[in-house]
């Protein structure tokens, strides 16, 4: 599965989530350490929800630029 994430600039690094997976959340340095945070976090995160019977759905956020 794809997940989308939002990262961040946050202070002097960068913090990023997961719209989907609300409280799916992780920090860094760079953007690509965030990137590499959010993807041990995710099924980590789907592990506890489905432990805890919190049913897992579809990803359905859409991510689109905007050209202004």
Excluded: N, Q, T
């Excluded at 409280?23 to 965030?34: F, L, N, Y």
Aim: glycine share 14%.
């Amino acid at each position: 599965m794809r997940y989308a994430v939002v990262i961040e600039k946050a202070g002097e690094g960068y913090s990023g989530y997961v719209p989907d997976l609300p409280g799916c959340v992780a920090a860094g340095a760079s953007v690509a350490e965030v990137k590499r945070e959010l993807a041990e976090a995710i099924p980590f995160h789907l592990e506890g929800m489905a432990a805890g019977g919190v049913a897992v759905g579809a990803p359905e956020s859409v991510v689109e630029w905007v050209e202004v």
